[in-house]
């Protein structure tokens, strides 16, 4: 496609259920980002892959997130037993192989989750 | 303090003028980003700086890494312009930390 699709777009779950959100990156794109907005916050990094390399699972927030991308391509983020407080927007982004040259990122539109 | 300082936090200008928006940071960075979000909460990429200056239409970002800041600037500012604009630094490895933005209203 010619820009980072999520889904779903909009993802109401009941506490204690677990939920999965998916990005597809642009094609080519090898770092993927995953970020969420809650209500009225900044942007807060959670978790970030580069081509075959470990990925820097640092923002992350607690051991219920997860996210894995299959292929180098499409990937998952996995919340389990939701809880209250992961209501946010979850969004996606993409860019060329980082390195010696720092590349544009490309935004999803985002899965806006609630959790009630 | 956050390592990523905007100001100011809302901004109202009335449309054709100037507007700058800034950023300061407090930690050594490798790239930095303007990004805007608009109302329905898509965010667009607008520039990545490692120095210097960048010009696309209207915009201009500006930075001075020995200062540690960097500047937004929209000319002949327009209705459509208003949005939150954030930035965001790349610091160590892959982290990405933003600033808590700045909410834009460009009134006709």
């Known amino acids: 496609g010619a820009g980072v699709s999520q889904s779903p777009s909009n993802k109401v779950t009941e506490k204690g259920k677990d939920v999965e959100l998916r990005c597809d990156p642009i094609s080519g794109h090898t770092a993927l980002y995953w970020y969420r907005q809650s209500l009225g916050q900044g942007l807060e990094f959670l978790i970030y892959f580069q081509g075959n390399s470990a990925p820097d699972k640092s923002g992350l927030p607690s051991d219920r997130f997860s996210a894995e991308r299959t292929g180098g391509s499409v990937s998952t983020l996995t919340i389990q037993r939701t809880q209250q407080e992961d209501s946010a927007v979850y969004l996606c982004?993409?860019?060329?192989?980082?390195?010696?040259?720092?590349?544009?990122?490309?935004f999803g539109n985002g899965t806006r989750l609630t959790v009630t | 303090k956050n390592e990523v300082e905007q100001s100011p936090q809302n901004l109202t200008a009335q449309e054709g003028e100037f507007i700058t928006i800034n950023c300061s940071y407090s930690v050594g960075i490798s790239a930095l980003h303007w990004l805007q979000q608009h109302p329905g909460g898509g965010i667009v990429s607008l520039f990545m700086?490692?120095?210097g200056k960048k010009k696309h239409g209207r915009l201009i970002a500006t930075i001075n890494i020995q200062e540690k800041h960097s500047s937004l600037h929209i000319t002949a500012s327009h209705p459509r312009d208003s949005a939150v604009y954030i930035c965001a630094v790349k610091t160590s490895g892959s982290r990405l930390t933003f600033g808590e933005g700045t909410q834009l209203t460009v009134n006709p």
């Open positions: 982004a993409s860019s060329k192989p980082s390195g010696v040259y720092n590349s544009p990122l490309h």
């Open positions: 700086l490692s120095s």
